[in-house]
């Protein structure tokens, strides 16, 4: 989908447009609503159809079904709460806060666009796992920018999928336009010594260790153990640095089609002197 919650004022259009971007046209979209809201299927036509509301616990029911995240929720019950407001002043109290969230959500984009490097505790958010790196970089590749494509991909439930790209947003380093996600401008750099080398690094090796159980032939897995003299210890580290350059050299000008992985290991089984 090209649109979010927020490009709405009305829930009814919201819900409506959502249920026509679905698969098939919708089709079997109202009945997934009546059975997660648990009501006759009539009366979900008659709210997106006629005069009727849902309720603030049907719409609470409905951002788990959408897969809202947190801010989307909230701004989805507030569109609701302003339909079966009954007094103008009600009416313009919700109003303002409706409009309250747009500028703000307007204020953060913009402060974003200068932003050079995200904090060290987001720093650590992001690699507390891998798939935050993963949504991340998947979004150069167009096919990949919408929930829908990052939950089938990395097989994510759209809730995660919606979780980790909202923390991708306040960070800077993802942008969002009417449900469409691309990579934002902020910079992220791990230095060696930082405290989340481990844990990234971890992320990663398990990962591999998982690939192995559906290993594809264009896929490359290779352990060795070997023995050899001190003076080449440096020789063989040149040749691995190199191989890094050179795939770096490669993929620079590459079009972003496809997502990989690669990981590169060489170190002293031995860590002691006999």
């Known amino acids: 989908m090209n649109f979010t919650v927020f490009d709405f004022k009305d829930y009814k259009k919201y819900l409506l447009q959502w249920i026509e971007n679905r698969p098939s046209g919708g089709r079997g979209e109202r009945s ?3 059975n997660a809201l648990q009501c006759q299927l009539g009366y979900i036509s008659q709210v997106l159809n006629g005069p009727a509301h849902f309720s603030f616990e049907q719409a609470e029911s409905l951002n788990a079904l959408l897969n809202h995240d947190d801010e989307e ?3 989805f019950i507030l569109l609701v709460h302003l339909e079966r407001a009954g007094t103008p002043p009600l009416q313009s109290r919700i109003q303002k806060k409706i409009q309250k969230i747009l500028e703000s959500r307007q ?3 913009n402060r974003l666009k200068f932003e050079k490097a995200i904090k060290r505790e987001d720093q650590m958010i992001y690699y507390s796992a891998w798939y ?3 949504v991340h970089i998947a979004l150069a590749i167009p096919t990949l920018r919408t929930r829908g494509a990052l939950s089938k991909a990395f097989l994510l439930p759209q809730s995660k999928v919606s979780e980790v ?4 947003i306040k960070c800077g ?3 969002e336009k ?6 934002g401008n902020a910079r992220l750099h791990l230095e060696k010594d930082s405290p989340m080398i481990l844990k990234h690094h971890t992320n990663w090796r398990i990962k591999s260790i998982q690939s192995l159980e559906s290993e594809t032939q264009d896929e490359l897995h290779y352990s060795s153990v070997v023995s050899f003299g001190n003076s080449d210890v440096p020789k063989v580290r040149e040749i691995l640095v190199k191989a890094i350059e050179d795939i770096r050299s490669t993929i620079k000008p590459s079009p972003d089609e496809v997502l990989y992985c690669y990981t590169l290991d060489f170190f002293h089984l031995i860590k002691e002197s006999f």
């Open 178 to 183: 009417h449900g469409e996600y691309t990579i």
């Open 132 to 134: 935050f790196a993963a």
């Open 107 to 109: 204020n953060l984009k």
């Open 165 to 168: 790209l909202g923390f991708l």
């Open 73 to 75: 929720s909230e701004f």
């Open 32 to 34: 997934r609503f009546a």
């Open 173 to 175: 380093l993802v942008q």
